[in-house]
């Protein structure tokens, strides 16, 4: 079975400067998707990112951008310009290319709980 | 509002009680999951609907769980003779497409067992 782990409970970033949360994951699998989903207090889980993991190229959506490291199984998420809306907690997430036998379904860390120092 | 949608929100209940609570999916989602957080947790994968087949089952989820997904529209997940330890945020998702697309959250359901 996947594992993912968040080693930073939580995280701390002025307005405006850069923070990177940090996700490792352990697979057997070559092929995987992995996700960085945000949960802000009372509201949905929003997807912020996602990497297919036979693409080299990292990832980026505006101020979001990870370092997906494949052999090291590392997946960190980077944060410029953080704002206040980006407090929230952030959940890496993995999912297997396949379906049935335990593989439906995305596995995730327990999460990080980002602050933003105004 | 177009999104996932749970029902109810918050759910406070008697140890003992049975509960069920009910997610409507996008409406163009084929696929639905269900998942259970507990504070200080990720969420947790419970199971999982491909139309109305209910493909996956954890081993999360004990005999006193029971999902459906009649007419592969809304869903209804029941839990029976309700324990403590049932209290956590059950959250419903939904997809569709091909397996690694995005999986668009509901706000969850809130279980209190008291």
């Known amino acids: 079975a996947q594992t993912v782990t968040q080693s930073q409970p939580e995280m701390s970033v002025q307005e405006a400067e850069t923070v990177t949360l940090s996700c490792t994951y352990d697979?057997?699998?070559?092929?995987?998707?992995l996700f960085w989903y945000k949960q802000p207090p009372s509201r949905q889980m929003i997807l912020v990112i996602r990497q297919e993991a036979y693409k080299q190229q990292n990832a980026t959506e505006n101020r979001f951008s990870v370092n997906f490291q494949k052999a090291a199984k590392s997946f960190s998420l980077k944060i410029s310009d953080s704002q206040l809306g980006d407090a929230a907690m952030y959940f890496c997430?993995?999912?297997?290319?396949?379906?049935?036998?335990?593989?439906?379904?995305?596995?995730f860390g327990k999460g990080t709980h980002l602050i933003i120092q105004p | 509002d177009t999104g996932v949608s749970q029902d109810p929100r918050h759910k406070i209940t008697k140890r003992g009680q049975n509960v069920t609570f009910r997610c409507d999916p996008i409406?163009?989602?084929?696929?639905l999951y269900w998942y259970r957080q507990t504070l200080g947790q990720g969420p947790e994968f419970l199971t999982y609907?491909?139309?109305?087949?209910?493909?996956?089952k954890s081993r999360l989820l004990s005999d006193r769980f029971s999902a459906e997904r009649p007419k592969g529209s809304f869903s209804t997940l029941e839990i029976q003779r309700t324990e403590q330890g049932d209290s956590a945020m059950y959250l419903c998702?939904?997809?569709?497409?091909?397996?690694?697309?995005?999986?668009?959250f509901g706000q969850g359901t809130r279980l209190t067992v008291v």
């Open positions: 609907f491909q139309n109305e087949a209910q493909l996956e």
């Open positions: 998702a939904s997809s569709r497409g091909l397996v690694g697309t995005e999986a668009f």
């Open positions: 997430a993995y999912r297997s290319p396949y379906s049935g036998g335990g593989a439906d379904g995305l596995t």
């Open positions: 409406s163009e989602h084929n696929r």
């Open positions: 697979t057997s699998e070559s092929d995987y998707y």
